[in-house]
Structure formats: structure tokens, C-alpha cells
């Protein structure tokens, strides 16, 4: 597996949210350096993470991971993923393929705080179809240090302000 470097732009977006943040957390594909951070960091502050993925390969990688405060999950489609049933602190989608993303950010809409999205650039939208379902979100704010870039999204945080910004979206 070659690595990009890519791959790893959402994380300064994950450490701020979770620096900021409560509640149990969601993760929506597991990674190479996602689910590392998020299970170091829940261990850390005693929150209970789930990390759900639909690649064997990814499974098996991160599986080493579960424990007491971290369950991990392998799902044959993303329709089998519990996902609706409780309210999350964070969400974190970055999951296969590209199609589902909407339709999961859709499902989770308000059952989470704050939901992060990685691989949200502009030009990826022919992808992941963004400009579908963001607009349904009070607050965004888009993390352009990095590319691909991570947006962070929520129906009741200013999330925005978490990263010294007024929100672009609704300034006031």
C-alpha cells in the first residue's frame, strides 16, 4: 500500500474537535491514522468510540484496536451500520465508496453535535455530491490549510468559532 499524504489532512481537524468536544464518538471508515487518533483520544478523555468499516483489509488492520471504550465493527453495506439509534458527540465520515457519504451524512444529520467530512475539496464534488446535503447543516466551516480538505458541519455548535472563525455560511 503506497501512502499519500493526503490521506492524513483531516487530522489537525480531528484533534481541535475533539479538544472541543463531548459525547460518544462515530467513525465512518476506518484508516491508517483516523481510528489511531480517535482511539488514543477517547482512551485519553474516557469516551466511548465506534468505528464502523466495509473494507476487509481496513477491518483487520485496525482491529488491534478494540477494547473496553472502543468497539469495531465490520459491516457488508453501510445500510447494516447501527448509526440512527443514539446521539453522538462527533461523527467522523470518511468511508467507501464515495456515493454513500451523503446518504450517511444524511442519516446522522441530527443525531450528532459535530460531524467532520474529510475529502471535501471543490473539485472532489463530483465525487461525494457535497453540495447535496451540506446546505441541510446551520453551521459549516471548511478546513483549507490541507488537501484534500475536511469540513466540519452541525445543526447546533458554532463550529466555526472552534477554529477562530466566524461562520462563513451565517455570519451572525
Keep these: 500500500m503506497k501512502f499519500r499524504e493526503g490521506w492524513s489532512s483531516h487530522l489537525p481537524v480531528l484533534v481541535k474537535v475533539m479538544e ?44 488491534t484496536y478494540r477494547s473496553r471504550l472502543h468497539e469495531v465493527k465490520l459491516v457488508r453495506g453501510w445500510d447494516d451500520a447501527d448509526i440512527e439509534n443514539q446521539h453522538w458527540g462527533v461523527v467522523f465520515v470518511d468511508h467507501a465508496p464515495a456515493r454513500r457519504r451523503k446518504i450517511e451524512l444524511k442519516r446522522i444529520a441530527d443525531k450528532a453535535d459535530i460531524i467532520i467530512c474529510h475529502d471535501t475539496d471543490d473539485s472532489t464534488n463530483r465525487f461525494y455530491r457535497w453540495h447535496w446535503v451540506f446546505p441541510k447543516f446551520k453551521y459549516q466551516y471548511r478546513y483549507e490549510k490541507a488537501s484534500p480538505n475536511t469540513t466540519v458541519l452541525s445543526n447546533t455548535v458554532d463550529v466555526a468559532r472552534l477554529f477562530g472563525q466566524n461562520d462563513p455560511v451565517n455570519p451572525n
Design 20 to 63: 472541543n468536544s463531548t459525547g460518544d464518538v462515530l467513525e465512518l471508515g476506518m484508516g491508517l491514522f483516523s481510528t489511531p487518533l480517535l482511539h488514543w483520544m477517547c482512551n485519553d478523555q474516557g469516551r466511548r468510540l465506534v468505528s464502523y468499516e466495509n473494507d476487509e483489509k481496513y477491518f483487520d488492520l485496525d482491529l
